[in-house]
């Protein structure tokens, strides 16, 4: 709390700090243990419960994979140092404790960085930890993939609210890179006050601020996409309002439950892509971040086309040189740290040796998108009557 961690999504990084707790004082509970009588054989059987605890569905599979196993002991292992520093023993957990443990130090350097300065992340580490997993970094989803998911969307859905809704969401996950949680937060407002500029700007909330701070950025929307959200808002959404809160207790986000007319919760936005993928029969790992990767990447190949970069360093010194290249990368992105977007500087000019075209790429490509989207979305429905 104090370092001003994310709150947002009822808890965010708290909650998920919570959460992991939560495992060992059930464990304590069951046990009749107090947190300071643990043992380090008792902490070992702990972590050896969490590790293989089975799937009630499925008891083939492990409920975690061993990373989730690790990420909750490394949780426990901080709270219980901070119990033993509460009761002035600071050795409670330690290499000589009475839970032994240790803890290291990783320490990196931030590529793209002009500062030559190291920094430092400090971890615990127990022995009864399982072998980490091989690192999985998730690749932009496909434009099939896409497809797909648009095509699954009107056999799936129970009515016309959830089908529009479920194209509205899948559209704004694609044109605007946001996270399921920004996109469940755009606003009626925001929607309006982009269709009433001369070049139509959609103000988007910006996650993962420390403290849970409000910021916003402003990410270009077409005309065609406007047209679909400002109809999606006047009468699918409308329609909704009436039938549940009423208009006295509309909150004035855009995407709302059907039954009771509240902002749809971002889980709800994950779970929506995982039904859609099922339905359309795609076995391979899609969820809303996939679109945000695909967003970056585009808006990359864009900027190296237009701006003609020959290589990776070349655009990576210009990220950090150009200021209104930064400005335009960091307001259409939400990134503050410019280096935490190598994988798609890589993934970019890996897309460019594909495939080699002239285009004006940041608006053409944009509004082509937008209006093949729309077209079939049309078909479909006119298609199903």
């Not at 293989?52 to 083939?60: L, P, V, Y």
């Not at 056999?155 to 509205?168: A, E, L, T």
């Amino acid at each position: 709390f104090r370092k001003g961690l994310s709150r947002r999504d009822g808890g965010g990084t708290l909650k998920t700090y919570a959460t992991n707790i939560s495992h060992l004082i059930r464990y304590c509970y069951k046990n009749n243990f107090n947190f300071l009588d643990l043992s380090d054989n008792d902490f070992t059987l702990f972590m050896g419960t969490i590790a293989d605890e089975r799937n009630i569905n499925n008891f083939s599979t492990k409920v975690r994979g061993a990373n989730h196993v690790i990420s909750i002991g490394r949780t426990c292992l901080e709270f219980l140092s901070s119990v033993g520093r509460l009761y002035q023993d600071d050795e409670f957990v330690g290499p000589n404790g009475q839970i032994l443990a240790e803890q290291k130090e990783y320490v990196y350097r931030c590529r793209g960085i002009r500062s030559s300065k190291q920094r430092s992340r400090k971890y615990w580490h127990h022995h009864s930890f399982p072998t980490p997993d091989a690192e999985k970094r998730r690749s932009p989803i496909t434009s099939s993939a896409i497809e797909k998911l648009r095509n699954a969307v009107l056999p799936s859905s129970r009515n016309i609210y959830q089908r529009k809704r479920r194209y509205v969401m899948l559209m704004m996950l694609e044109i605007t890179g946001g996270r399921r949680t920004e996109v469940a937060q755009l606003t009626v407002e925001s929607t309006k006050r982009a269709n009433s500029m001369d070049e139509p700007m959609l103000e988007l909330l910006t996650a993962k601020r420390p403290g849970g701070r409000e910021e916003f950025r402003s990410i270009p929307i077409t005309r065609n996409d406007l047209r679909i959200l400002i109809e999606f808002i006047d009468i699918n959404r409308q329609h909704i309002i009436r039938k549940t809160c009423g208009a006295e207790h509309d909150d004035g986000y855009v995407l709302l439950s059907s039954t009771t007319g509240l902002k749809l919760r971002a889980n709800t936005v994950t779970q929506e892509i995982s039904i859609l993928a099922e339905a359309a029969g795609i076995d391979t790992q899609v969820c809303p971040h996939m679109f945000r990767h695909r967003f970056i990447t585009k808006l990359f190949v864009a900027l190296i086309e237009q701006h003609e970069f020959e290589n990776p360093d070349s655009f990576r010194r210009a990220l950090l040189d150009v200021e209104t290249l930064k400005q335009k990368v960091q307001q259409w992105t939400g990134h503050t740290n410019l280096a935490s977007l190598d994988h798609y500087i890589d993934l970019a000019f890996g897309e460019i040796a594909n495939f080699k075209k002239t285009y004006n790429a940041i608006t053409a490509r944009r509004v082509i998108d937008s209006f093949k989207s729309s077209v079939k979305q049309l078909q479909q429905e006119i298609k199903a009557g």
